[in-house]
Structures are given as C-alpha cells and as structure tokens.
C-alpha cells in the first residue's frame, strides 16, 4: 500500500506541474524526444538530442526508487531525489520534472532557486515552515506552516526555502515546470564560487566586515 501511495503522489504533482509546463519549456513539434548520448543517429529539438523515435523503448520513460529516503546525513540535512530528463530520457522537450525531499529532524533544504521552473510542492510526512521572497525592490516574504496534505507553489526564479520544524523526520514532493528546473543554492553560489568572489565584493554587498566573508568562503571551501 506505501507504494502504491507514494505512486498516486507522483503522478499527482506531475499533473499539476504539467498545468504550468507550457508557459516556460518550448512545446515539442513531436510525440516525444528521448534524450540520446550518441549524436551520431540523433536530431536536435532542444534540451539534448533525440533519439530516432522508432528506437525509443518503455524503459525511457521509467524511473523506480522514489520510495526509497535519501541521505539527510549532512550539514543542512536534507536530500532531494532528482527526476529529470538526466534520469528519464524520455522527459526530454517535456517540460516537466519530480524531485523527493528528505528531511532530517530540524533539516532545511537552504535558499535556493530555479532558474527554469516553478515548482510545486506536497507534504507526505511531517510539519515544514516553507516561503519565498519577491524581487526587488518589494522583497516581500512569503511564508506557510504545511502540514501532510498541504501544497505550496513556489514560482519561477524566486528564493525559496523549506525547514523541518519538526523532531521527527519529513518527506515532501515536488513538481516542476522543466524538464531539468536548474537549481542555484544561494550561499552555495555567493561564497563558494570558483573561483571565489573577491572578498570586497561580498564585504560591500552583506556590509560585513571582511574577516567574517573570508570565514564563510572557507566554510563552503572546505565543506
């Protein structure tokens, strides 16, 4: 039965990402596009060349493990689960993704964007503070407390965050509107470049004294 429900979540997020999908990723002139390595016998549409359809077989548009838990043994203490065209060929000019997050006691899964893709986000397990920050000049926060059942959308290219308030582990699910979203963790990018951002620049940016971003470079360094 716990397959059978983590299935119906799937295929619920991914219908409710498709709503979304055609507003970002060009729409395919084709039935599909099942991403090949091998140019050789390939055409390119877009996103990554295509398999000639005649060769395509059932195992390009499968994936199996979703209702495995990732890793949440790090710093920040969660995992996502990717579903992308790089796991199923078959999402390939599709404009649609899934991704599994885990989340340990206390987990974040840190600020971040997606560059190519809203996603929207469903609670299985768990009690999660999630929001999302506007653009300039506004910067209006935008926060919720989800519980399992609730949904939350985070739209395209905006910072994002999700936090496991709870002392238990959490699990959630997510569609997006690409078949490969991108991702960009903010402190990831900002102090742990590489190269790295002159330490100037950051000083002047977070008014910081520089000490304190070198610090932070040599946190994300090391890690």
């Not at 979304?20 to 002139?29: E, G, H, I, N, V």
């Not at 964007?113 to 209006?140: A, C, M, Q, W």
């Not at 699910?173 to 690409?178: E, Q, R, T």
């Not at 002159?198 to 940016?205: E, G, H, I, Y």
């Amino acid at each position: 039965m716990k397959g059978i429900h983590f299935t119906v979540i799937a295929f619920t997020l991914l219908a409710f990402a498709c709503s979304l999908a055609s507003a970002f990723d060009p729409s395919p002139l084709q039935d599909f596009c099942v991403a090949i390595k091998d140019i050789k016998n390939g055409v390119f549409v877009n996103g990554k060349f295509c398999k000639d359809p005649k060769l395509a077989v059932a195992e390009d548009f499968f994936f199996s493990g979703l209702n495995m838990p990732g890793n949440t043994s790090n710093l920040v203490g969660s995992n996502v689960t990717n579903v992308n065209v790089d796991q199923i060929p078959g999402l390939n000019t599709l404009g649609i993704s899934l991704v599994r997050i885990d989340y340990a006691p206390y987990g974040l899964n840190p600020p971040h964007t997606h560059p190519r893709g809203t996603e929207i986000l469903f609670v299985v397990k768990g009690t999660l503070y999630v929001g999302f920050v506007t653009s300039n000049p506004d910067n209006r926060l935008f926060t919720k407390i989800l519980n399992p059942g609730d949904v939350f959308v985070f739209p395209i290219g905006l910072i994002h965050f999700q936090f496991n308030i709870g002392k238990t582990e959490a699990v959630a699910f997510a569609g997006l509107s690409s078949q490969n979203a991108g991702v960009i963790t903010i402190a990831n990018a900002v102090f742990g470049s590489s190269p790295p951002i002159n330490p100037d620049v950051l000083t002047k940016a977070f008014q910081l004294d520089k000490n304190v971003v070198q610090y932070l470079q040599s946190r994300f360094w090391s890690d």
